[in-house]
Structure formats: structure tokens, C-alpha cells
């Protein structure tokens, strides 16, 4: 786990052990209270610390239930699978199988609704889910080009709206697929996602 600590907060040093406890209290207080009735005081009750322990590591309901999101997209990997093809195809399942799990899909679909309504929790999911993933990306890439299946990238502000493009038609594939449509993302189905991203709709 990533520890994330609030800007211009000091004091004791985080324990790990303790964060780790809170955020996956909160993932289950999500499951079974839903947002709205989620408070940091049963947080803290599940996680077995007390409740200023939270408030010195997170201001509120929102930054806490984004960061326990964020812990569950951090698992995710680029394994290596010998080709750009199976690479994707790899970190797609990754992200269709988190989003099946309970407390994914209900701590994701409440912060997006928070944030409609809340700038600051759309930047903070922004920080903390969307820019930090993007990495895959960018390894993704940067393998295909060692490969050769990639020409090199030369224009870093055309690489960087390239990556922003990419994570954006994995990402809103993949969440609408599982999370509006509820259908399932398995391997068929990342197949021709994954050959239809890459060649375009003449191979669908």
C-alpha cells in the first residue's frame, strides 16, 4: 500500500498497520452502510482506533473513502505477456476482476456520484485513482517500443494526450461494461475489446 499523508500535517509518524486497517474498515462499512450512512466513528470502531487517529490522517468522509478506493486500483500490475496484445488483455482482467469485487464497485460508484456535486473530491480522485494508474500505461508502451510493436514516442505533449486517450477507453470500457451495464468483462470480451483498441473498428 501506498501510504498517503495530508500536506501540512506532522505529528507522530503513520503507522502502516493502522492505515491499512482503516481503509479496509471503510471499504466494509461502504458494502454494508452504503455512503450516506458511513461516518469516520464506525470507521474507527471496525478499524479499532480511535477516532482522532483518523482525523489526523484524513479531514473527512470523502478524502477517506477515496483513498480506500485508491488502495484496491493499486494492486494493479502489467504482467508480462510477450506482446502489446496479451499485455492489455492481462491488466484488463486485473481491472474487471477488482471491479467485481463488493466493495470496489460500491466505494467507486459513490465517490463518482460525490463528485459531481464536489470539486475538490473530483480532483482528489483525479490525484489519486486516475494520474496514478496511468502508469500502466506508460510501462505499457514503453515495452511495446523496446519490442518494436511501437514507434518511438518524440513529442512529449502529443505521448501525454496519446496516454490520456488510452486510459480513458480502458477505463470508461471497463466501468461501464461491469459497473452500468453489469455485464461480465471475461476473457472473450477483453479479447475483442483489446483488438478493437488496437486496430480500430475494421477488426471488430
Excluded: C
Amino acid at each position: 500500500m501506498q501510504t498517503r499523508t495530508p500536506a501540512g500535517r506532522t505529528g507522530r509518524p503513520r503507522s502502516a498497520s493502522a492505515d491499512a486497517a482503516i481503509l479496509a474498515a471503510t471499504r466494509q462499512a461502504l458494502v454494508e452502510l452504503g455512503w450516506s450512512k458511513l461516518t469516520l466513528g464506525d470507521v474507527a470502531t471496525r478499524a479499532g482506533v480511535a477516532k482522532t487517529t483518523l482525523y489526523r490522517r484524513w479531514s473527512g468522509k470523502n478524502e477517506l473513502v477515496v483513498d480506500a478506493v485508491a488502495e484496491l486500483f493499486d494492486e494493479l500490475s502489467l504482467p508480462d505477456r510477450g506482446s502489446l496484445a496479451a499485455d492489455i488483455e492481462g491488466v484488463v482482467l486485473q481491472f474487471a476482476s477488482i471491479l467485481a469485487r463488493p466493495e470496489a464497485r460500491s466505494g467507486l460508484m459513490a465517490v463518482v456520484a460525490e463528485a459531481t456535486r464536489d470539486e475538490a473530491l473530483r480532483e482528489r480522485i483525479r490525484a489519486s485513482i486516475v494520474d496514478r494508474q496511468k502508469r500502466l500505461v506508460l510501462a505499457g508502451r514503453s515495452r511495446a517500443e523496446q519490442r518494436g510493436e511501437l514507434p518511438p514516442s518524440t513529442d512529449p505533449e502529443e505521448s501525454a494526450r496519446t496516454v490520456d486517450l488510452i486510459f480513458d477507453m480502458v477505463a470508461g470500457a471497463v466501468v461501464h461494461r461491469t459497473l452500468v451495464s453489469a455485464e461480465p468483462a471475461d476473457e472473450a470480451w477483453v479479447r475483442s475489446f483489446t483488438r478493437v483498441l488496437l486496430h480500430g473498428l475494421a477488426a471488430a
